[in-house]
């Protein structure tokens, strides 16, 4: 093939003057500047929803915690095994239909990721409980609410980045 009679790739019309190289350089910073807006009136409503829907969750998992410790008078870490499985349950629900609006087609799929990353948060808390409450003596719903407030800021992130995440949305449907 002979390289004489091509012409050059022609991607977009170059700006003739410095006038005009402005003018779409600031064209191209308002529409960036818009699409950034956007993204970020988006977290920040979802963010809203996280934290209005999740204390649902949180007032299951103290509430069944409480019930069951102070209650039934049910060792701590049992307590918080069943307070971790009916929040988790709820949480499910609410952060997939309330809070990430997904939709998807393996919803139980979903839920074992979810249950997955709720573990690590778990084991987080259970060792926040196990210092709080058998080290160092701490009320035992005060040192709850501390460890389940440290994994509401995991719980957060794993789902949004890793069970709702609109890039798998897309690629499993």
Do not use: C
């Amino acid at each position: 093939m002979e390289m004489d009679n091509q012409t050059p790739l022609q991607h977009h019309r170059y700006p003739a003057t410095e006038s005009e190289y402005e003018a779409e350089l600031t064209e191209t910073e308002n529409e960036f500047a818009e699409q950034l807006e956007a993204v970020e009136e988006k977290a920040h409503k979802e963010i809203q929803r996280y934290l209005l829907w999740g204390s649902l969750g949180v007032v299951v998992n103290i509430s069944v915690f409480y019930l069951f410790n102070n209650i039934f008078g049910v060792e701590y870490q049992i307590s918080n095994l069943i307070a971790w499985v009916f929040s988790v349950q709820a949480s499910f629900w609410i952060d997939k239909k309330l809070v990430f609006k997904h939709a998807s087609a393996h919803p139980f799929r979903d839920m074992g990721k979810f249950y997955g990353t709720r573990v690590f948060t778990y084991v987080l808390e259970a060792l926040i409980l196990y210092v709080g409450i058998s080290l160092l003596s701490f009320h035992a719903t005060i040192t709850k609410v501390i460890g389940h407030g440290l994994a509401i800021f995991g719980n957060y992130f794993f789902s949004k980045w890793f069970i709702f995440n609109k890039k798998t949305q897309k690629t499993t449907n």
